[in-house]
């Protein structure tokens, strides 16, 4: 489904992804780990398309297409989503809006007619349940006064809204607490499917105790330096990253 | 949201200004140049009693007087009063006409802005009063609102039908003599809208009027006159788009409100004049003074979204005559290419308990200028006076420019005064993270503009807040790249 070829990406002139080649099919989990500064969010920024990266080398195929010329937009129409790290506040838009907005735009590049306002809600009522997200705080600002985990939990809710065919979560499970982790997880659990794909960038194994990745890949300085099962993850918990640093120095 | 999607799409495909079409119909225009004799000509034309052909004299003489304005943060050409026709009507237009019989091409034009009288006609709560090239040319809904005994008419009718009011209010509340503009406008005002609500009658729909400059060369001044006896409700909306044109056009219009014992006035603008071109070229010169009195409990709110004109200098204020009277200002202006805008307002307090709210966000793009100037002055005896200011800017780009002056005269200690005021820009992070969300650049910008302008676009009545949305869309159009 996504297949990534040897790819170099530079922000202001500094090679920071150096040659990364990772092949996720339809159905399957991977997560993607690694020290701090080691390209993770680089490689979900460049996949969603940011242009403040320049690939330099190297390739990004979904389901075949190369999506070298394909604007973020419409990456996200062909089914890729971020959960960021970091969401950014969009002050006076509420989330409800947003979605709306988001939905209507990705109908509409698909020569879709908006949806009906009943599916609207319909669908905001089932997909705020699953997450057990207050309806009341679908009317705020995007954003704009969450607390950390809240951020979190919202970027799940439009990654349900949204269903995309490959969705790259970034340290999702930073900020959340035990509780909402395993809520946030359970949903990410329903909503995957053979026809999906999920991407996890985090620091914990705790997170893949309830989302069970199929493969574990180590980024370290801008390449994939090792690449297992789930096993690794509670290797890597154990050990630190240290010894992989000085296997790949060598 | 009542706008659909298809519309919008609709919307933001058109790049250049869509008004910009001109509707040729033949007029009768006044020789260029200003002095006595035209005056006197204006007055006959429209067939006056002398005490007005006398008022106007007046203010002529004031206006020899005077020297315009420098004050105000914006550059531009002068207008030559000598090269401007003070008065062009409609040919064919006709006082006692139905809406059937208006002029086809007319009708036609208020289709292009999408403003047609037939879909205005089935609109059923908007009473509306088109002013054409200075001169009214349809009145709708006059019966339902006589039957409450309200006034909505052409400020030229009323000065015949109603003399006593007119007589009693027009400058008492913008005198002749207040500034350049208004002078200039008191002389040659060529028509505009009246507006009278009797005592304890609430206005069962929103009075509307669509202004139009058409006429190449022709100054419009607008004079429009509200007034709200005791304890009585109305909401007016005022709505203006012009076709475009490539020398400077002369827009100089006069709002008096009058707000009485404990009656409302809500009056709300969507102000869409030609800015000019990419290249600042063109473009209408507002220069307008609008200004209420509110007496005891009275309370007026003045919401305005300003995207057009070249140069805007407009200051929607309030008197705070009567105790415990409320001034509100909701204020959206939105500049971009070379357009200047020196906006704001002025809240004065004179009554006890007085209180004011300002409420002002300013979009700037491309190389354009973007002034706020409030003024809140509280006069000694105001006891107990509150005001409260926000200001904020939004900015897109490196070469725009965003000003904020707030000037406070407090002279009674009780005053409380707050002034708020912040500056953003929209981050291009914001827009990635609506990029990936699927929303395209263009929509993405749309989108924050109208979170950042949410409080003063919730102030306005629905069908004008829809309206407001696509003009913010239109206005901050290939404002980015
Ligand atoms: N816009 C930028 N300008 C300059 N350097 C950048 C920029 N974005 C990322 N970098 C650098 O690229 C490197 C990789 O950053 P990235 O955010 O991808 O790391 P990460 O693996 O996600 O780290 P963390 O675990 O802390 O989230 C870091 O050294 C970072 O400083
Ligand atoms: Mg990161």
């Given at each position: 489904m996504l297949k990534i070829k040897d790819l170099h990406a530079n922000v202001e002139d500094k090679e920071i992804l150096k040659g990364i080649n990772l092949e996720v099919k339809a159905g399957e989990v991977h997560a993607i780990m690694g020290p701090n500064g080691s390209g993770k969010s680089t490689l979900a920024s460049v996949i969603a398309g940011n242009e403040n990266f320049e690939v330099t080398k190297g390739s990004i195929e979904l389901s075949g297409e190369d999506l070298e010329d394909v604007s973020p937009e419409e990456r996200a129409h062909k089914g890729v989503f971020l959960s960021f790290q970091y969401p950014v506040e969009i002050p006076g838009v509420s989330v409800t809006n947003f979605m709306k907005t988001a939905i209507n735009e990705s109908r509409k590049a698909k020569g879709l007619e908006d949806m009906p306002a009943k599916d609207m809600l319909k669908l905001i009522r089932e997909k705020s349940e699953l997450l057990e997200i207050d309806r009341k705080f679908l009317s705020r600002s995007l954003n704009e006064g969450f607390s950390g985990g809240e951020k979190k939990r919202n970027e799940i809710f439009q990654m349900a809204m949204l269903e995309p065919k490959v969705a790259i979560l970034d340290e999702t499970d930073s900020g959340?607490?035990?509780?909402?982790?395993?809520?946030?997880?359970?949903?990410?659990?329903?909503?995957?499917?053979?026809?999906?794909?999920?991407?996890?960038?985090?620091?914990?194994?705790?997170?893949?105790?309830?989302?069970?990745?199929?493969?574990?890949?180590?980024?370290h300085n801008g390449k994939i330096v090792k690449s297992g099962g789930k096993e690794l993850a509670l290797e890597l918990e154990e050990k630190g990253y240290d010894w992989l640093k000085q296997e790949t120095a060598v | 949201m009542a706008y659909t999607e298809e519309e919008l799409k609709k919307e933001l495909e058109t790049k250049e200004y869509e008004y910009g079409f001109y509707t040729d119909i033949e007029s009768e225009t006044f020789p260029n140049g200003l002095n006595e004799e035209i005056v006197i000509a204006i007055s006959k034309k429209k067939g006056e009693p002398e005490w007005m052909t006398l008022w106007r004299l007046e203010a002529f003489k004031y206006w020899k007087e005077m020297v315009e304005p420098e004050w105000a943060n914006v550059?531009?050409?002068?207008?030559?009063?000598?090269?401007?026709?003070?008065?062009?009507?409609?040919?064919?237009?006709?006082?006692?006409?139905?809406?059937?019989?208006?002029?086809?091409?007319?009708?036609?034009?208020?289709?292009?802005?999408?403003?047609?009288?037939?879909?205005?006609?089935?609109?059923?709560?908007?009473?509306?009063?088109?002013?054409?090239?200075?001169?009214?040319?349809?009145?709708?809904?006059?019966?339902?609102?006589?039957?409450?005994?309200?006034?909505?008419?052409?400020?030229?009718?009323?000065?015949?039908?109603?003399?006593?009011?007119?007589?009693?209010?027009?400058?008492?509340?913008?005198?002749?003599?207040?500034?350049?503009?208004?002078?200039?406008?008191?002389?040659?005002?060529?028509?505009?809208?009246?507006?009278?609500?009797?005592?304890?009658?609430?206005?069962?729909?929103?009075?509307?009027?669509?202004?139009?400059?058409?006429?190449?060369?022709?100054?419009?001044?607008?004079?429009?006159?509200?007034?709200?006896?005791?304890?009585?409700?109305?909401?007016?909306?005022?709505?203006?788009?012009?076709?475009?044109?490539?020398?400077?056009?002369?827009?100089?219009?006069?709002?008096?409100?009058?707000?009485?014992?404990?009656?409302?006035?809500?009056?709300?603008?969507?102000?869409?004049?030609?800015?000019?071109?990419?290249?600042?070229?063109?473009?209408?010169?507002?220069?307008?003074?609008?200004?209420?009195?509110?007496?005891?409990?009275?309370?007026?709110?003045?919401?305005?979204?300003?995207?057009?004109?070249?140069?805007?200098?407009?200051?929607?204020?309030?008197?705070?005559?009567?105790?415990?009277?409320?001034?509100?200002?909701?204020?959206?202006?939105?500049?971009?290419?070379?357009?200047?805008?020196?906006?704001?307002?002025?809240?004065?307090?004179?009554?006890?308990?007085?209180?004011?709210?300002?409420?002002?966000?300013?979009?700037?793009?491309?190389?354009?200028?973007?002034?706020?100037?409030?003024?809140?002055?509280?006069?000694?005896?105001?006891?107990?006076?509150?005001?409260?200011?926000?200001?904020?800017?939004?900015?897109?780009?490196?070469?725009?420019?965003?000003?904020?002056?707030?000037?406070?005269?407090?002279?009674?200690?009780?005053?409380m005064i707050e002034h708020e005021a912040t500056t953003s820009k929209i981050g291009e992070d914001q827009i990635f993270y609506c990029n990936q969300r699927g929303i395209d650049t263009e929509k993405a910008i749309a989108l924050i503009v109208n979170g950042f302008s949410k409080e003063v676009l919730n102030k306005l009545p629905m069908e004008f807040a829809v309206e407001a949305q696509k003009l913010l869309e239109i206005s901050l159009e290939g404002s980015v790249g």
């Open positions: 959340l607490d035990i509780d909402a982790l395993r809520i946030v997880a359970s949903g990410v659990n329903k909503l995957k499917s053979k026809d999906n794909a999920v991407i996890l960038i985090t620091h914990y194994q705790r997170l893949l105790e309830y989302i069970v990745p199929d493969y574990v890949h180590v980024l | 550059h531009y050409e002068k207008p030559d009063f000598q090269a401007i026709s003070y008065y062009s009507a409609p040919k064919k237009a006709d006082p006692n006409k139905t809406l059937d019989d208006v002029d086809p091409e007319l009708l036609e034009m208020y289709k292009k802005l999408g403003i047609s009288v037939d879909e205005q006609k089935k609109l059923q709560n908007v009473a509306v009063d088109i002013v054409m090239d200075s001169v009214s040319v349809a009145t709708t809904f006059k019966k339902t609102l006589a039957e409450k005994g309200i006034i909505f008419c052409s400020i030229s009718e009323a000065i015949k039908e109603h003399p006593e009011l007119v007589k009693k209010y027009i400058g008492s509340v913008v005198p002749q003599r207040d500034n350049f503009y208004a002078a200039l406008n008191s002389a040659v005002f060529s028509d505009g809208s009246f507006c009278y609500i009797p005592k304890g009658v609430r206005c069962p729909m929103e009075l509307s009027t669509y202004f139009r400059i058409n006429q190449a060369g022709t100054g419009q001044f607008e004079r429009t006159l509200v007034i709200a006896d005791e304890d009585s409700y109305v909401s007016y909306l005022e709505g203006c788009t012009a076709p475009s044109r490539d020398e400077n056009q002369l827009h100089a219009a006069v709002v008096e409100l009058i707000a009485l014992d404990g009656a409302e006035i809500k009056y709300s603008t969507v102000q869409n004049w030609f800015p000019g071109n990419k290249e600042g070229k063109g473009g209408v010169y507002n220069f307008v003074t609008k200004r209420a009195l509110c007496e005891k409990n009275a309370k007026v709110s003045w919401t305005q979204v300003e995207t057009g004109s070249a140069v805007t200098w407009k200051y929607p204020s309030c008197i705070l005559k009567g105790d415990n009277s409320i001034g509100e200002f909701y204020s959206i202006a939105v500049t971009n290419n070379y357009q200047q805008a020196d906006t704001g307002t002025k809240m004065v307090h004179i009554g006890k308990n007085t209180k004011s709210t300002i409420i002002s966000k300013g979009i700037s793009a491309g190389k354009s200028q973007n002034s706020y100037r409030g003024l809140v002055q509280v006069n000694s005896r105001a006891e107990g006076a509150r005001n409260f200011s926000q200001c904020d800017s939004l900015l897109m780009g490196n070469e725009c420019g965003a000003h904020t002056f707030p000037y406070i005269e407090a002279k009674n200690k009780s005053a």
